[in-house]
C-alpha cells in the first residue's frame, strides 16, 4: 500500500516537473528561441533582417508606424508569421542610430488568422501582440493555441513574459485552459 502511494506521489511530481517545463519551453521557443519573429534580443536576432511581405502596405509617418495588409507574412531567421494583417511600430523613426531597422522596432500586431511556426513549434490566435520594451507576448482570440509536437495549450489568453521566464494561460470563465502533454513529444530537448 505504502508502495503504491510512493509511486503515485513519484508520478504526480513528474507530472507537475513536466508540465512547468512544457510552459517555459513553449515560452521560450516562441519569445526567446533563436528565431522569433517577435524578440529583438541576441546577437542574431539583432543582425537578423524582417522581411515582410503582404498585399497592400500603408505607412504613416506621424504615427512611425507599417501596416501590411493582405496574406502579411513576416520571416526572420526560421520564424514565420502569417496574418491578414501585420502592424509594425518604430520608436523615434524608422531606423535606429546604427541603421538597422529591427533594433528600432517597438511593438508587432498581427491580426487576423495568426499562425506562427518555428522548426516544430506553431502558435494560432486571432491576435498577437509583441512589445519589445517589456518583452512581452500576448496571443488572444476565440482560442489562443501553443503546439509542440502533439502537446499543446489552449485558453482564451496566453502572455509569455520573455524577462521572468513565465507563462499565464487564462479562461474567460465558459472556456477553461486546457493542456495535453504528451511524453513522445520530448518537449524538454532543446531544438
Do not use: C
Request: aromatic share 8%.
Amino acid at each position: 500500500m505504502l508502495e503504491e502511494i510512493s509511486v503515485k506521489t513519484s508520478l504526480f511530481n513528474k507530472t507537475i516537473i513536466y508540465f512547468k517545463l512544457l510552459l517555459v519551453l513553449i515560452g521560450s521557443a516562441l519569445v526567446f528561441g533563436t528565431g522569433t519573429a517577435w524578440s529583438q534580443t541576441g546577437n542574431d536576432q539583432d543582425k537578423a533582417p524582417l522581411h515582410v511581405e503582404s498585399d497592400k502596405m500603408i505607412a504613416l509617418k506621424d504615427t512611425s508606424m507599417i501596416e501590411f495588409i493582405g496574406n502579411a507574412k513576416a520571416t526572420r531567421l526560421d520564424s514565420i508569421v502569417f496574418a491578414d494583417s501585420i502592424k509594425i511600430y518604430f520608436a523615434n523613426g524608422n531606423k535606429s542610430k546604427t541603421g538597422n531597422v529591427n533594433s528600432n522596432i517597438k511593438k508587432i500586431v498581427s491580426t487576423g488568422n495568426v499562425k506562427y511556426t518555428a522548426g516544430k513549434r506553431k502558435a494560432f490566435a486571432d491576435k498577437a501582440v509583441y512589445t519589445t520594451d517589456d518583452e512581452i507576448l500576448i496571443l488572444t482570440g476565440r482560442s489562443p493555441k501553443l503546439i509542440t509536437g502533439s502537446s499543446f495549450i489552449t485558453g482564451k489568453k496566453i502572455t509569455l513574459f520573455r524577462k521572468q521566464d513565465k507563462v499565464i494561460v487564462e479562461s474567460d470563465g465558459t472556456k477553461r485552459v486546457e493542456a495535453l502533454f504528451n511524453p513522445e513529444d520530448n518537449i524538454t530537448e532543446k531544438q
